[in-house]
Every structure is written in structure tokens, then in C-alpha cells.
T-cell receptor
Framework: GQNIDQPTEMTATEGAIVQINCTYQ??????LFWYQQHAGEAPTFLSY??LDGLEEKGRFSSFLSRSKGYSYLLLKELQMKDSASYLC??????????WGAGTKLIIKP | DARVTQTPRDKVTEMGQEVTMRCQPI?????VFWYRQTMMQGLELLAY????????DSGMPKDRFSAEMPDATLATLKIQPSEPRDSAVYFC?????????????FGPGTRLTVT
């Protein structure tokens, strides 16, 4: 079966760094996405990885290891507005997105 | 600033009633997705279309749900008859399939409550 695992909830302090992990087992791999979803809003695209390594985009970075079926999203210089759910999604061999349940990130002052 | 639009934003209806949700994808996008999100299940793919043709609707209860794209600017999701367990937020997303992949752009969602 297809499976994506990520922690249910994480707490971090404003100004700090947090790493949200995602492991996956899917039938084929055609890229991994991270989305951010604030409460009551729609998911918005954050990053896309298809090759191994680190993709940096401002305060956010995403890492992928295809051999390990593993990715992480790194958020630096945390701000209160970063409090949201972070969804990991993998595109399988049929180009369908398989979604994780999301990680709720709580930022404390 | 191109966006996916959805109507209605909120819908409260009684069990047994028909519900129709509409989505206008971003102009030029050739793929449209319908998702349902609940606290318990997270994001579930219900159906998706490419170039208006349905490619997969295996996530959708066939006896009561139907999804169509009458034209490139409109996608619809219909529930008939609705049941309380259908209460959820329904998202439409669109994307443009091209070499190297694509991301999905989500609409604001329709919050459905069936009493």
C-alpha cells in the first residue's frame, strides 16, 4: 500500500528552527511536495523536490533522499504566522498526489 | 493574480437534499482535482480531470457523488442525496501538467454541513 508518515503535532519557539520530517512508501516516485495550510484556509504550495538534496527558498528549505524515502521541511527564524499545518505529498507513478495527514506546528512566543 | 474560485463558500443543508459545488480553475490549467478534507481523514482525493476528461474518480462514492467538467472553465461536484457524514470542506485545485511536474493551486473550499 501507499503510505506517508509525518508527526501529528510539533511545538517550537518564535525565532528558533524546526524540522518537520516525512517518510513515504509509494508505488513509484515523481516528486515530493510540501504545502502549508493555515486553519480554515486552503493549502498553499511551499516546495517541490524531485532530485536528492536541499532546496532553499528564503526561510524555508526542503530536503529529499529518494533512497531512504525521506524528506524534511526546515523552517528557520520562526514567526508566529508560521503556525499552521504542513502537508507532505508524494506524486506516484500514476502522477497522483498521495497526501500525508499533515503536521500541526504550534509556535510559542 | 490568477486564482481558483469556488462557490458556495459555505453550505448548510438537510439530509437527503442535493448539493452542487462549483469550481472555476485557473485559466490555462488543464488538470482539475476535487478533494475532501475532514479532521479525521485529512485530504482525500475524490476525482480528477485532465483536459476535461475524468481520469480517476475511484475516491468518490459512486452511488451519491458525481463530478463533471461541462467546459474548461467550470467543474462541478454533486452529492445526491446528501448525508451527515458528507459534512466536510471540499476543495477544488487546478494545475498545468508539463515536463518537470506541476503544483496544484487550491481554491478557498466549500464548507458543507449536512444536518
Amino acid at each position: 500500500g501507499q503510505n506517508i508518515d509525518q508527526p501529528t503535532e510539533m511545538t517550537a519557539t518564535e525565532g528558533a528552527i524546526v524540522q518537520i520530517n516525512c517518510t513515504y512508501q509509494t508505488s513509484g516516485f515523481n516528486g515530493l511536495f510540501w504545502y502549508q495550510q493555515h486553519a480554515g484556509e486552503a493549502p498553499t504550495f511551499l516546495s517541490y523536490n524531485v532530485l536528492d538534496g536541499l532546496e532553499e527558498k528564503g526561510r524555508f528549505s526542503s530536503f529529499l533522499s529518494r533512497s531512504k524515502g525521506y524528506s524534511y521541511l526546515l523552517l528557520k527564524e520562526l514567526q508566529m504566522k508560521d503556525s499552521a499545518s504542513y502537508l507532505c505529498a508524494v506524486r506516484d507513478s500514476n502522477y497522483q498526489l498521495i497526501w500525508g495527514a499533515g503536521t500541526k506546528l504550534i509556535i510559542k512566543p | 493574480d490568477a486564482r481558483v474560485t469556488q462557490t458556495p463558500r459555505d453550505k448548510v443543508t438537510e439530509m437527503g437534499q442535493e448539493v452542487t459545488m462549483r469550481c472555476q480553475p485557473i485559466l490555462g490549467h488543464n488538470t482539475v482535482f476535487w478533494y475532501r478534507q475532514t479532521m479525521m481523514q485529512g485530504l482525500e482525493l475524490l476525482a480528477y480531470f485532465r483536459n476535461r476528461a475524468p481520469l480517476d474518480d475511484s475516491g468518490m462514492p459512486k452511488d451519491r457523488f458525481s463530478a463533471e467538467m461541462p467546459d474548461a472553465t467550470l467543474a462541478t461536484l454533486k452529492i445526491q442525496p446528501s448525508e451527515p457524514r458528507d459534512s466536510a470542506v471540499y476543495f477544488c485545485a487546478s494545475g498545468l501538467v508539463r515536463t518537470g511536474g506541476y503544483e496544484q493551486y487550491f481554491g478557498p473550499g466549500t464548507r458543507l454541513t449536512v444536518t
